[in-house]
């Protein structure tokens, strides 16, 4: 791909391909992403033309060829004649929105709920078919894990009698420890903000900086209509990254004076309000080396409490100086330290709401030891106690069944409270306990023995009393 990279290039260079009005800083003249090519230029048929004699180049050279009939041309803001006539000189037949790439949707404008119709009626299918219903509970958690993770929206959630809130939550809280995708959509986009902060390499970032945040810096930037989404749900993040974003200065030639947290106090902009552009002459977009000349601290004489202690603050610090390289961005981990990388999962735990831990978390997951028991159990406390108990027992297999006897209890009268609180119907005792008696028999059936002398199921009935 470094020829067809050069070709391009050597195009783009003798006029033959006029880039894209927003590719010229940084310069684009493609993407390779998987096994797609996008080539960025005006859509004029001189560009169109230029650039099939590029590609009819590099198919003489390495025999690689497109596949027309494959491809599609997609226009925006043409009349129709305008798009016949370059399709034809193109080649391909003219696409329509929204279309479908690497299996999802795509759309130039906000994806809706009819445009995703198709793919989720492609994953309830999935959800309904034999195979999913043979499946145990922990093949069921792999499956909503992996496939369908989050879509609490569809209409298969529709009934629930548990709150979705209540299951996405770690299994240290009650919950299963499903993700929900807001949350998980959330984090992400701070992930861009982060990029857009600190990797000042990336090609991507570059183009934000010259295209988007040409006139105004991130931080002055209001949210508005004219921006794509993805820009729109960066800019919404302003708020959050007062918890998580801090700079260490440098040459202060990045750090925004009012909006970064680069000293002790915070944004200087929430400490001095609207006033303080003026009372310290610089204006919203200064940044921190504008603050300082020939070494020292330039900033006028204070007449505020505000800039008294700003000037007390400045004595500490180090003004900004090309010997101490670029300024450096911070992020906020798991433990409360901020470190010049972005944690995902710390992210995700700082902005879920969290909820108190369950004393029986370890009993649900199975990371528990038990002894040996005289008798079985007959109610839920009493297995509780016996798995509370540290010492481990003798007979194999024993603590297996007792954590899955403990799971059917817990099932079992769950789906009893259900049935008489939303369907007005009840089971006996006897009842209850034959469906616990039958759902652990099959779960043992299907488990592997931690050694072959017994099977778990014989582990069980050995514990059964002998008489009718």
Not at 12 to 34: M, Q, S, Y
Not at 97 to 112: A, E, M, V
Not at 322 to 348: C, E, I, M, Q
Not at 414 to 440: M, P, Y
């Amino acid at each position: 791909m470094e020829v067809l990279t050069k070709l391009l290039e050597q195009a783009v260079e003798a006029g033959n391909i006029r880039l894209h009005p927003r590719c010229h800083d940084p310069r684009v003249t493609h993407l390779l992403f998987a096994d797609d090519l996008l080539v960025f230029s005006d859509g004029s048929r001189h560009s169109i033309t230029g650039i099939k004699k590029v590609l009819s180049i590099f198919k003489d050279w390495t025999r690689l060829d497109m596949n027309a009939q494959k491809s599609e041309i997609f226009f925006g803001g043409y009349s129709e004649l305008e798009a016949s006539v370059t399709a034809d000189i193109s080649g391909f037949k003219i696409g329509t929105f929204p279309t479908r790439y690497l299996g999802l949707p795509l759309n130039p404008s906000r994806i809706s709920y009819a445009t995703m119709q198709p793919f989720l009626e492609r994953i309830t299918l999935k959800l309904h078919s034999w195979t999913v219903k043979t499946l145990s509970f922990a093949g069921k958690m792999v499956l909503v894990a992996s496939v369908i993770y989050g879509m609490n929206g569809t209409a298969s959630a529709v009934g629930a009698r548990v709150s979705w809130n209540n299951i996405c939550k770690p299994k240290q809280e009650g919950g299963l420890g499903l993700r929900s995708l807001e949350e998980y959509q959330k984090v992400f986009e701070l992930k861009r903000v982060w990029n857009c902060f600190s990797q000042s390499g990336s090609l991507w970032v570059a183009w934000l900086h010259c295209n988007v945040f040409n006139r105004k810096s991130f931080w002055t930037t209001n949210d508005s209509q004219r921006f794509s989404p993805t820009v729109r749900s960066m800019l919404q993040q302003k708020p959050l990254l007062l918890d998580f974003l801090r700079c260490i200065i440098g040459d202060g030639k990045t750090a925004s004076f009012w909006h970064d947290y680069w000293t002790d106090l915070g944004p200087l902009i929430s400490v001095f309000g609207h006033t303080g552009p003026r009372a310290l002459r610089l204006n919203l977009e200064s940044h921190v080396c504008d603050a300082s000349q020939d070494g020292v601290w330039s900033l006028p004489h204070a007449r505020s409490d505000e800039a008294v202690t700003l000037q007390i603050v400045l004595t500490t610090m180090t003004t900004p100086s090309l010997d101490h390289g670029a300024d450096r961005f911070l992020w906020r981990n798991g433990a409360g330290h901020y470190v010049p990388k972005f944690s995902v999962k710390a992210t995700w735990n700082s902005i879920r709401e969290s909820a108190s831990v369950v004393p029986w978390h370890s009993l649900a997951s199975g990371r528990t030891t038990v002894a040996t028991m005289d008798s079985v159990p007959s109610s839920l406390n009493a297995v509780s106690s016996l798995l509370s108990l540290r010492q481990v027992g003798d007979t194999p297999g024993l603590r297996v069944v007792l954590i899955l006897l403990l799971q059917a209890i817990v099932y079992c009268s769950w789906r009893e409270r259900n049935l008489r609180i939303f369907q007005q119907t009840s089971s006996t005792e006897a009842g209850v306990k034959a469906q616990v008696h039958r759902l652990l028999q099959d779960r043992l059936i299907s488990t592997q023995p931690p050694t072959p002398a017994s099977t778990l199921l014989q582990v069980y009935l050995s514990l059964l009393p002998s008489g009718p």
